[in-house]
């Protein structure tokens, strides 16, 4: 072999190493950084349309869980809105047909163990029954008693409302018997301080009147306050002191509701009230 050809294959050799080793530079030649970035949108993308689909598939759950209400519930649901707010605004058993009872007894009628309608009839007795107290407190019995007969005809087994009965009773019991000794006092009093009258259009009080309770001083003028309202004539204060003269004056006026009481007032020691002739 010529020395010509040797040189000639030795440089064959060499290029064809050098051949391999640029393309296996260019096989385990770095990513570009755009390359990198656009991968790592590509997983963001992927991830947000995974929660996007999971928030669609949670409101698409919530949606039908709201139109799996039957048309029956629906009616129910209005009918306890309606006697929620006519509770609010009062409207126990009147108007006849707009009222709280009413759409209550509604849904009770259509679901018997529904627990807002049960605690809408509640709500409406504890009302009756507040208000009946609160008029026994004022005196006003027959007006507590009408409160009750509501409350009963609203749920005549709720214990509330023979709690509230028997308390209103106890109440009367008490100012009856106060009311007994106060004037079982006055007469006591009456007896030892004022003499008797000269005559029946004549009524002497004691001097000591405006020191007594205001169940005393009644149960003494209370005569007074019948004739005048039975005779309708005028009547003579005899009476020192002015201010009080007046006060008596108020008091039978006041309780004589038929008409108003024409009187005069003389500043006299006598402690008496006359009926005068027309």
Known sequence: MSKNRILILILVL????????????????????????????????????STVQGVTTESSTTTKAVKSLTA???LTQQLIQKGQAALAAERLLTPVEDNANLYFQAVLGR???????????????????????????????????????????VNPEDPVIEEMVSRISDLQKKRAQVAKMSQSQAK???????????NEDQYLLPKTLFSMTDDEIISLIQPIIDKVA?????????????????????????????????????????????????
């Open 111 to 153: 679901d018997p163990g529904n627990y807002q309608a049960i605690q809408g009839i509640s709500a409406i007795v504890d009302i009756y029954t507040q208000w009946a107290w609160e008029s026994a407190l004022r005196g006003e019995y027959a007006s507590a008693s009408r409160y009750i007969d509501s409350a009963r005809s």
């Open 14 to 49: 060499f290029m064809t190493g050098c051949q391999q080793n640029v393309k296996s530079s260019a096989e385990n030649a770095p990513t570009p950084e755009k390359e990198q970035e656009n991968v790592a949108v590509t997983s963001e993308n992927t991830d947000t349309k």
């Open 72 to 74: 029956a519930e629906k």
């Open 188 to 198: 006591q009093s009456s007896s030892e301080a004022a003499p008797k009258a000269p």
């Open 230 to 278: 039975q005779a309708d004539r005028p009547i003579a204060i005899y009476w020192p002191n002015d201010k009080e003269a007046r006060l008596i004056y108020q008091i039978i006026n006041s309780r004589v509701t038929e008409f108003r009481v024409r009187a005069m007032i003389y500043h006299r020691a006598d402690y008496m009230v006359e009926l005068q002739q027309d």
